[in-house]
């Protein structure tokens, strides 16, 4: 891994562009892992730049990757191929869940000490919301409030490293590895590809400060 690419989205004081970057960055992984992407994020995919902050860093080609999956795309397409992997009746395809990674289960203990962690961040997930708080969606989820909230006796690095190693750096990967063998994953693949890039550069970030 480059050195380019840790300090593309390195750890820097909050009035600094790249802590926005990374919250921004989790935010939009989050909407992807979330649901398939409508026509107005597609669209917004079509002018987006291609070069990743810093050229030649670790999240270049990943990132060239995406915009050319999301320009190759449709909102019809997008949504069939969510479902294909993650949908369905039944056992799904690929699960988005930790509780499975880690566990070999869903609904198991990784997911009652998240709960105990996120209890502690002052976090609960909202009871209208079918899916359990170890959906990908809602790890990214906290890891971008974790960057960007106001609250910094929360909302700080200590608590992002801890938030990132208990609850991302132990099972997002081998999610990575499991939509990128789907024979029907496309979009899903650059977004997997992302997503691997960017826990790789997080997990070296945070290597660097202990």
């Known amino acids: 891994m480059s050195d380019a690419g840790i300090r593309a989205l390195g750890f820097a004081s909050m009035d600094d562009g ?4 990374r919250a921004e960055l989790y935010g ?7 649901a398939p992407p409508d026509a107005d994020l597609i669209a917004q ?7 990743a902050p810093e050229p030649g860093g670790h999240l270049e080609q990943p990132w060239q990757e995406l915009v050319a999956a999301m ?4 909102p019809q397409a997008a949504a069939g191929e969510y479902d294909a992997l993650f949908g369905g009746v039944g056992k799904p ?5 930790g509780s499975y990674y880690q566990a070999g289960f869903l609904n198991e203990r990784p997911l009652a000490q998240l709960r105990a962690d996120l209890a502690q961040l002052g976090l609960a997930r909202d009871e209208q919301n079918a899916d359990t708080e170890d959906h990908i969606a809602f790890v990214f989820e906290v890891m971008r409030w974790l960057i960007a909230g106001d609250d910094v006796a929360v909302c700080n690095l200590e608590q992002q490293r801890r938030f990132f190693r208990a609850h991302v750096q132990t099972w997002v990967e081998a999610l990575c590895d499991a939509v990128a063998a789907h024979p029907a994953a496309q979009l899903l ?7 691997r890039a960017f826990v790789e550069v997080e ?7 202990e």
């Open 71 to 74: 320009r190759a795309t449709t």
């Open 45 to 51: 995919f079509q002018v987006a730049v291609t070069e």
């Open 28 to 34: 939009l992984l989050a909407r992807l892992w979330l």
């Open 189 to 195: 693949r650059a977004v997997a590809g992302l997503t």
């Open 203 to 209: 997990a070296q970030a945070f290597d660097m400060i």
């Open 18 to 21: 790249e802590e926005l970057a």
């Open 93 to 97: 395809d690929v699960f988005l869940f």
